[in-house]
């Protein structure tokens, strides 16, 4: 396991730059500005950033978690995390794993959206907003598929995408058995929503939790050895690289155009390679955690 990347899908979010406006014919490109920033991580910090609360974790994916604390659950069609993840819970701290484990063969319930222009679906036809908010996302997600721009199949002359209604509750959810409302508004468009059940062959993700520490404490340990993978000191930086780091601890450092090699060697150092875009990472610094943000843009 990659120990550096462990942590991409716990980590706090890092901000995106916005794109540029196209610039005219006759402007001079433009140069690469990476900009770095050093942020400490606290002993109490260590938890926060690098662990999930078990309390914060969305319903299904809580599910999940819990039955894996004595057994191996399984969901098919889609997982509930990206990779590796730390969760706390209880004051003891897992670590929760997924791999696929095969395919199956199931009968789902299907939602799927065809534009409607008849008179009589514009006069039934509701806003969106009439569907509870279990059902939003799936309505939406059918409704923009039905009226973008397109043949109803794709190249291959498959059917384009239906959304698959799963661990969906009746009492909750107002589109099985059928929907309550048969058509709704969307961009301009009227979309009639019809729910049909398929065979379906999906793939098998099971998932395993493991106790990584009992306490607090164990769990800064943890860190340290398991899941932190870049350790920087003298006995791996010039002075130069040091004095870098330094200033982007304290505020930021950046440089434009062709790095000095001190600068590209120490980010290579830090990210496996020259990032192309804006991204973060957590190090350790002469014993201290740190997360380390570089910001990518255009001059």
């Known amino acids: 396991m990659d120990r550096r990347r462990f942590v991409a899908g716990v980590g706090a979010a890092v901000p995106w730059l916005a794109g540029c406006n196209r610039p005219r014919a006759e402007t001079v490109a433009r140069e690469t500005r990476y900009t770095l920033e050093a942020h400490p991580i606290g002993d109490d910090g260590i938890r926060v950033n690098f662990a999930m609360q078990a309390g914060e974790l ?3 994916t809580l599910n999940v978690f819990s039955s894996a604390l004595d057994g191996k659950p399984r969901t098919y069609g889609h997982t509930v995390l990206d990779g590796p993840t730390l969760v706390e819970y209880g004051g003891r701290f897992y670590r929760v794993t997924v791999e696929e484990t095969g395919r199956r063969t199931h009968e789902r319930p299907i939602l799927r959206g065809a534009v409607a222009e008849s008179e009589a679906a514009e006069r039934k036809a509701v806003e969106l ?3 509870p908010r279990a059902d939003d996302h799936a309505v939406r997600r059918v409704a923009r598929t039905a009226t973008s721009r397109g043949d109803p199949d794709d190249m291959s002359g498959q059917e384009r995408e239906f959304h698959v209604l799963r661990n969906r509750d009746s009492e909750v959810s107002e589109l099985l058995p059928e929907p309550e409302y048969e058509y709704v508004e969307y961009g301009g468009s009227v979309v ?12 098998e ?12 404490t164990a769990f800064r340990e943890f860190v340290r050895d398991e899941v932190v993978g870049v350790w920087l000191d003298e006995t791996n930086l010039s002075g130069s690289q040091r004095t870098i780091f ?7 450092y950046a440089e434009s155009g062709d790095l000095s090699a001190d600068y ?3 980010l290579e150092r830090v990210f496996g390679a020259l990032p192309e875009e804006t991204t973060g990472e957590r190090i350790g610094y002469d014993g ?6 570089l910001h990518v843009s255009n001059d």
């Open 58 to 60: 969305p319903d299904e």
């Open 129 to 131: 907003a009439a569907y």
């Open 192 to 203: 009639r929503l019809t729910v049909e059940r398929r065979r379906l062959t999906e793939t």
């Open 205 to 216: 993700y099971t998932y395993a939790a493991t106790k990584v520490a009992n306490s607090t």
């Open 246 to 252: 330094e200033r982007a601890t304290s505020g930021e």
């Open 264 to 266: 590209r060697a120490l």
């Open 288 to 293: 201290r955690l740190y997360e380390v943000v």
